[in-house]
Structures are given as structure tokens and as C-alpha cells.
């Protein structure tokens, strides 16, 4: 089946730790972000990639990192410089028209911070 | 600041009855817009989007836009228990998608 696999969906970092969180697509969608989620408040872009071997900062970057080597993985870092980590984090994909471009997402995965 | 407001409710209807979501905008030059429900602890699916001033509809829902008033709104027809949820408002492209907070919807039998 096509879709957005995120993985672990529940993760524990111990502070000043890094850890990786994995998203996979097979829709051949050549835009991917990831978005975090807060309690009561909205969605806020963290990055996204418009195409391999790209990627552009959103509206809150600090404190983590992503590579985009292949078209299908968009892995997102969270460093120790993420002073406050604990949330539902959301990978998405859309085709990348410039019209009509819908966000799709992953199941999520959801951070502790122990 | 680009803004998307929504009520947070909870916004409580009665089963069968018409749920009326709503979502202002800030940024007069918006063009697309999304409607997305959210269960408690899953990830945001899409419902619709609507482009073109007027209404559109898909089954049980309908969406509406004003861009004059720069409102969008979602009606839910014959609301079913299934139906409850956090459903979230979003604004612009893909890349600069704006997200309003939500708003929850509770059908009760």
C-alpha cells in the first residue's frame, strides 16, 4: 500500500541526547516536511524539501537537522540544542505541483524528553 | 504573521444534527484551502480542500469560501459519533501551509 511510514511512533531521549526520527514514502511525491505538533496549538513546519539533495528551513529550525539523499527518506534529527523536544512530530509528502498541492502525513511519532 | 483562526470549542452538536466549523485568515492572498480531521493521538487526514469561492461538496460534507470575507467553513451533514474529533483549518501552498489550532467537535447521541 502507498503511504508515509514514520517510525519509532514512541520515542524516550534522555537529555543532551541526538535521535533520528526515520519517514519513508512510496507515493513518489517529490516534497517532504516535518511538522510538530503541541498541545492546543497548531501545526508548525520544522523543514521541508522540495526536491533530493535540498531543503529549506520553516518557521522553527532550530535545533534540528534533516537530509534528503534519497527521494522516498526524509529523516529528521533532533539535537541537544532542542531545549524543549517533547512533542507529536508529523512527516508529510505532497507531488509538488505548484497548483493544487495537497499534504498527505504519516501515522507520527511522539517524543518524550525523560 | 500569517494567521488562521479557528474556535476551539468544543463545539457540541447532537447526532443527525449539522455541524457548522469555521476559520478566518489573515493573508488576503491565499489560495488554497484545506480542511483536515484529527483523532485524538493520530495524525491530521485530509476532508477537503476548496480553491474557488463558493461551495463544494463530497458526501456528508461541504466547504465553503469566502475570500471577500476571507472565511472558510466546514458543514457536516447527518453528524455521526464517528464524526467526533479536532478538525483543523489550513491556508496557502503546500510549502507555506499555515494551521489554525482547531477546533473540536463532540456528537452526542
Known amino acids: 500500500d502507498g503511504g508515509i511510514t514514520q517510525s519509532p511512533k514512541y520515542l524516550f531521549r534522555k537529555e543532551g541526547q541526538n535521535v533520528t526520527l526515520s519517514c519513508e514514502q512510496n507515493l513518489n511525491h517529490d516534497a517532504m516536511y516535518w511538522y510538530r505538533q503541541d498541545p492546543g496549538q497548531g501545526l508548525r513546519l520544522i523543514y521541508y524539501?522540495?526536491?533530493?539533495?535540498?531543503?529549506q528551513k520553516g518557521d522553527i529550525a532550530e535545533g534540528y537537522s534533516v537530509s534528503r539523499e534519497k527521494k522516498e527518506s526524509f529523516p529528521l534529527t533532533v539535537t541537544s540544542a532542542q531545549k524543549n523536544p517533547t512533542a507529536f512530530y508529523l512527516c508529510a509528502s505532497s507531488d509538488g505541483q505548484a497548483w493544487g498541492d495537497t499534504i498527505y502525513f504519516g501515522e507520527g511519532s511522539w517524543l518524550t524528553v525523560v | 504573521q500569517k494567521e488562521v483562526e479557528q474556535n476551539s470549542g468544543p463545539l457540541s452538536v447532537p447526532e443527525g444534527a449539522i455541524a457548522s466549523l469555521n476559520c478566518t485568515y489573515s493573508d488576503r492572498g491565499s489560495q488554497s484551502f484545506f480542511w483536515y480531521r484529527q483523532y485524538s493521538g493520530k495524525s491530521p487526514e485530509l476532508i477537503m480542500f476548496i480553491y474557488s469561492n463558493g461551495d463544494k461538496e463530497d458526501g456528508r460534507f461541504t466547504a465553503q469560501l469566502n475570500k471577500a470575507s476571507q472565511y472558510v467553513s466546514l458543514l457536516i451533514r447527518d453528524s455521526q459519533p464517528s464524526d467526533s474529533a479536532t478538525y483543523l483549518c489550513a491556508v496557502g501552498t503546500a510549502s507555506k501551509l499555515t494551521f489554525g489550532t482547531g477546533t473540536r467537535l463532540q456528537v452526542t447521541l
Open positions: 524539501s522540495q526536491i533530493v539533495n535540498d531543503f
